[in-house]
């Protein structure tokens, strides 16, 4: 082989080499597959009323509306595990609380740390106001993640005492693949603690109107039209525990709606086999030119020697 053609081979195996690496890189594919959904590509986001109707005592005897929402929220974390959880809290306002994230740590601060708007705070309770919040949230993580599925948890009692039409939660369930709203408190309701941390030492909120205790009311209706128009089921929680199966109850709603996802046959490896050939080819002649480099060398000292 001439040398021209010998420097034309060693730049087209380099080229080839940086090619084929490249191609590694974009990670090529062809045709679809299915791949099992794991828990680690499903996003929950939790929606909790914050309005002080939620300090109202009547879940599980007296306990504050609030606290069998902590137990069960922390109880749906650990039944989900490795899921990406989120907190968006609504009450005079809505807003994001936490992030999607997978550290269950964070999550669990999150429910701890809770905490109810002060008597005074609020402007009325409005069961839809999240709505608009909600679109944009989950809008936005379509956007960023779209081979992700996602999940809301709606929390609240229902009570809406500001007049007005509601926004209907309609659009936000064409966003989500499944989900559950969780419904505290009772029709007969009840009193709610005036102090920050719900004991019952300093009395209950006024009524202005009657100038007796305020009372609460939970209004189930309003939360089974909110499950209808966001396409998930209604649970009407009246003692803690037992979220195992609303959990179980996501990932069988999932599979229903396809619990695989479409994905190419990977081509990676092929591209691997090749790339892996090349370099052992420049290996090969990296070695080759080093020997015949070290026989040009020690010829002259042969010949010196057999003189």
Not at 56 to 79: C, F, S, T, W, Y
Not at 103 to 131: I, K, M
Not at 194 to 207: A, F, N, Q
Not at 208 to 215: H, S
């Amino acid at each position: 082989m001439s040398p021209a053609a010998a420097t034309g081979l060693v730049i087209a195996r380099r080229v080839g080499i940086a090619l084929v690496f490249w191609v590694v890189l974009l990670r090529p594919g062809i045709g679809e597959a299915e791949t099992a959904l794991r828990l680690s590509d499903v996003e929950v986001l939790v929606v909790v009323d914050q309005t002080r109707s939620m300090a109202a005592l009547d879940h599980q005897g007296r306990e504050p509306r609030i606290d069998g929402v902590k137990k069960d929220l922390a109880e749906l974390a650990d039944a989900l595990p490795g899921a990406r959880f989120g907190m968006l809290a609504f009450g005079a306002e809505a807003r994001l609380v936490l992030p999607f994230t997978t550290d269950t740590n964070a999550f669990h601060a999150a429910v701890e740390t809770f905490y109810l708007e002060g008597p005074q705070d609020g402007v009325g309770s409005r069961a839809d106001r999240p709505v608009l919040e909600l679109m944009e949230i989950l809008g936005r993580a379509e956007e960023q993640d779209p081979d992700r599925r996602r999940v809301v948890v709606f929390v609240g009692d229902g009570e809406d005492t500001r007049e007005g039409e509601d926004h209907s939660f309609s659009p936000i369930g064409e966003l989500v693949d499944g989900g559950v709203v969780l419904g505290y408190g009772t029709t007969d309701g009840a009193v709610m603690p005036v102090s920050d941390d719900l004991s019952t030492g300093e009395g209950y909120i006024r009524d202005p109107e009657t100038g007796g205790d305020a009372v609460s009311r939970a209004d189930p209706e309003k939360l089974e039209t909110i499950a209808d128009q966001l396409g998930v089921p209604f649970e009407h929680r009246t003692a803690s525990g037992g979220m195992g199966p609303i959990a179980a109850s996501f990932e069988a709603s999932l599979a229903e709606d396809g619990g695989s996802r479409p994905a190419q046959h990977e081509l990676t490896w092929l591209f691997g086999l090749v790339l892996f050939g090349l370099v052992l080819l420049e290996l090969r002649a990296g070695w080759r030119a080093l020997w015949t480099s070290q026989q040009t060398l020690l010829a002259p000292v042969a010949k010196g020697t057999r003189r």
